[in-house]
């Protein structure tokens, strides 16, 4: 075989190997932004405007995420280690009505040992747990970050930055939702019938639906969420 056939030969397969290569991107490209979207949803949003417009940034950084905690498998709730902590939700909504700034930065602390518990990153390690809770929660893990950043500002700051009663309500609102996923028993939880469940597969305790009612038990409205909205103009600030 001849020198210049060999070279030929070794440019065709250079050539065909880029050509694979170019098509194999071309195919992943398109499809790795839609997907990502699908599957964070407003947190993509989030990602998106935090740097700046920029998508593709946005999409590996999300894309590492998934790297790093999309094969995090939750560990389940023991039934009383639930009730524990619908317990613990329950007051600290009750203390909202007079000591707001203590109910939010209780609902932080109870949002990140719950997390621990059902596997994620725990040990103060809140970029990292929350970046893990964003791949398998991503519509309601916002809230988390909301009452926690409204936890970790100090009362003079609050108030320059209009941080007041009202924004601290709609946090906590907005991380009950992440509250009420990771407190939802599952099909690995000894079959799913865990403490307070009801046919349709969701809670139901009076502790669980008090809230900011005075402790008293009030009909729950859609998606279960408690009356805060009647209670809006008795909480005080801290």
């Not at 930065?105 to 997390?115: G, H, N, W």
Request: hydrophobic share 35%; no cysteine; charged share 30%.
């Amino acid at each position: 075989m001849s020198t210049g056939l060999i070279i030929a030969l070794i440019v065709i397969a250079a050539v065909v190997v880029i050509i694979a290569a170019a098509m194999t991107l071309r195919a992943r490209g398109p499809r790795r932004g839609p997907s990502l979207k699908r599957r964070f949803g407003p947190e993509y949003d989030l990602a998106v405007a935090r740097h700046d417009g920029d998508a593709k940034a946005a999409e590996r950084e999300l894309a590492e995420r998934v790297h790093r905690h999309g094969d995090l498998r939750e560990r389940p709730l023991e039934p009383v280690q639930r009730e524990q902590y619908e317990a613990r939700w329950t007051a600290a909504q009750e203390r909202f009505v007079d000591s707001p700034r203590e109910a939010v930065a209780e609902a932080d602390r109870l949002l990140a040992e719950l997390a621990a518990a059902r596997g994620f990153p725990g040990g103060g390690q809140y970029e990292e747990q929350l970046a893990a809770l964003s791949v398998h929660h991503a519509h309601h893990v916002d809230g988390y970050r909301r009452v926690h950043r409204a936890a970790h500002l100090r009362a003079e700051d609050a108030r320059d930055g209009g941080t007041g009663t009202e924004d601290m309500r709609e946090a906590m609102v907005a991380a009950r939702a992440l509250f009420e996923e990771l407190v939802r028993p599952t099909r690995h939880d000894g079959g799913g019938h865990g403490v307070g469940r009801r046919e349709d597969g969701r809670h139901e305790s009076g502790r669980h639906r008090a809230g900011l009612n005075g402790g008293r038990k009030a009909p729950a409205n859609r998606g279960g969420h408690m009356p805060w909205a009647l209670h809006r103009r008795q909480a005080k600030e801290s």
